[in-house]
């Protein structure tokens, strides 16, 4: 499903429609709201590192005599300069998206295999109200629900997520079991 795109969330004759996607109500085995707080302490810290980094770099360009074809010590300011501010410029930006981040919250739902997101808002009320539905449709054939709702799965929230112990005993990549991946 695509970015910040408003999708159809109904649930009619047991089968759970998420935009053009059909989940069997009596196949599913877990529904669940999960919340994604973003880490703004780590962005902070991420930019604080990266300043302290691009500070020793600059600190060790300014007591090094850098040859330029007019003699020593000139013209490399002009560039250090720029590319010093873009970095100080992008840095603060990533910190930026981080810290005015809002919380996000995903329906996950899981039938046989590991869940997986299905939807994400940054309304927890809306993401909760999915998942009661689906889990009275559950023991109820009647269940009827309709609503719409603007999908930021693609945002933050990445698809597929383990509650529990992983395995993969197959392949090139084999890890065997991970326990509490």
Do not use: C
């Not at 973003?38 to 902070?44: K, L």
């Not at 009661?132 to 559950?138: G, L, P, S, T």
């Not at 719409?148 to 693609?154: D, F, S, Y």
């Amino acid at each position: 499903m695509a970015r910040n795109k408003v999708v159809q969330v109904r649930i009619e004759d047991r089968i759970l429609w998420i935009g053009g996607a059909a989940y069997p109500v009596q196949n599913i085995a877990v529904a669940m709201t999960v919340e994604y707080v973003p880490r703004r302490m780590a962005a902070i810290v991420r930019f604080l590192s990266s300043m302290a980094i691009l500070l020793a770099v600059l600190v060790l360009l300014a007591r090094t005599n850098i040859p330029h074809r007019y003699g020593y010590g000139y013209g490399y300011g002009t560039l250090v300069r720029p590319v010093a501010l873009a970095l100080v410029a992008f840095f603060a930006f990533r910190m930026l998206r981080v810290l005015f981040m809002r919380t996000r919250y995903a329906v996950y739902i899981g039938t046989s295999g590991s869940p997986f997101a299905v939807l994400g808002s940054t309304d927890e009320r809306e993401m909760r109200e999915i998942v009661d539905q689906v889990a009275k449709a559950i023991n109820n054939p009647e269940a009827r629900y309709h609503t719409t709702v603007t999908n930021i799965l693609g945002d933050v929230i990445s698809g597929d997520k383990v509650f529990g112990d992983k395995f993969k005993v197959f392949g090139e990549n084999n890890m065997g079991k991970q326990v509490g991946a």
